[in-house]
């Protein structure tokens, strides 16, 4: 350990990026090996996810992008939950300790933990030889009790999403030269809007309240709309039934589906969407819409819970089940 005399370049790391985040008391100016977080009486929802240079995040990708969708990943789990974020510590494996690198990485970081009110805890800062590694473990706050979690969904209910689905897979697809680049080489504004849903995810934290008043169960869509779907039925016990002509699509996704450019199955089993998922009892579905509303954020029903345990049934609008071949993206 290194003394204060005498600090270490993880120290003066630390000191220079990222002391200045740690406003909240129980990061303890982040001299120590540890942080206190209240509880207040209430349940603490921990998650955790880590971004990987390469597999969540291009190589060339902005630095203060990467922050934010580190950060953002993690509080879109708490949103699905139900849970009022309360801090996060930050875990970086670094090639380098480039000032270029790291000034836009922790101001932008920080911009975030002010947004979300998600404060800097602590962490730890290691080297690597291999490919850039993010990992954060953010906290939450529920009343005890009360986090929704994936296993209470029942026959009946409605099955809503918020914002859109499959915008991040499509903008992915542009970043890595893939058949979009081409088919949007005249709509630049396209363009960019995807890579921004891809970059930068808009966790649904306005809305965690009434998800938790509303919601029998919710998760965030990170691997797909499909497979998500599926894992939320498994854990429940159920089945669903999905009129895909509802789930809700950008302008610009619609128009690439509807001039052929892309599958309807490319968007439903798409990764990277951190849009939350959830079941609600058909007399409150207007209720969690409503509220979405007042905050700005579109809520959409587009299935019911069914008895049963297979897959999920995504129907046309003729009413036949689409064979989708993929239902989410895999890390393995």
């Known amino acids: 350990m290194a003394s204060p005399q005498n600090p270490s370049g993880e120290d003066s790391l630390i000191a220079r990026y990222f002391k200045p985040l740690a406003t909240d008391p129980g990061a303890l100016g982040l001299v120590d090996d540890a942080a206190i977080l209240q509880s207040l009486g209430e349940d603490i929802v921990v998650t955790t996810d880590a971004v990987v240079e390469g597999v969540h995040y291009l190589a060339g990708d902005p630095p203060d992008t990467i922050a934010r969708k580190a950060l953002r990943v993690n509080l879109s789990d708490l949103a699905a939950k139900g849970a ?38 602590g962490g730890d800062t290691v080297s690597t030889p291999g490919p850039q590694m993010i ?94 779907l599926t894992k939320l039925c498994a854990a429940s016990g159920v089945s669903a039934t999905v009129d895909v002509a509802s ?36 007399a409150q ?28 049934h995504f129907l046309d609008g003729m009413g036949r089940e689409l064979a989708l071949k993929r239902l989410s993206y895999s890390h393995f």
């Open 84 to 121: 009022i974020p309360a801090g996060f510590v930050l875990t970086l494996a670094l090639r380098s300790k480039e000032d270029a690198w790291l000034r836009p990485f922790a101001e932008a970081l920080g911009e975030d933990a002010k947004t979300f009110a998600c404060p800097l805890l």
């Open 135 to 228: 990992s954060i473990t953010a906290f939450g706050r529920v009343p005890r009790g009360r986090m929704v979690g994936r296993s209470g969904a029942r026959p009946g209910d409605r099955i809503l999403v918020t914002g859109t689905i499959g915008d991040a897979a499509l903008g992915l697809d542009v970043l890595t030269g893939g058949a979009l680049a081409g088919a949007l080489a005249s709509d630049p504004a396209a363009r960019d809007a995807l890579v921004s849903r891809y970059r930068v995810p808009q966790p649904r934290n306005g809305l965690a309240r009434a998800v938790r008043d509303d919601a029998t169960a919710a998760m965030d869509i990170s691997d797909g709309f499909a497979g998500d």
């Open 247 to 282: 789930v809700p699509l950008s302008a610009i996704a619609a128009g690439l589906v509807a001039r052929n450019a892309v599958r309807l199955e490319t968007l439903l089993a798409g990764g990277d969407d951190y849009e939350v998922l959830c079941t609600v009892p058909a």
């Open 285 to 312: 579905s207007f209720a969690l819409i409503t509220a979405g509303r007042a905050v700005g954020i579109g809520v959409t029903a587009v299935g019911t819970i069914i008895e049963g345990n297979g897959r999920p």
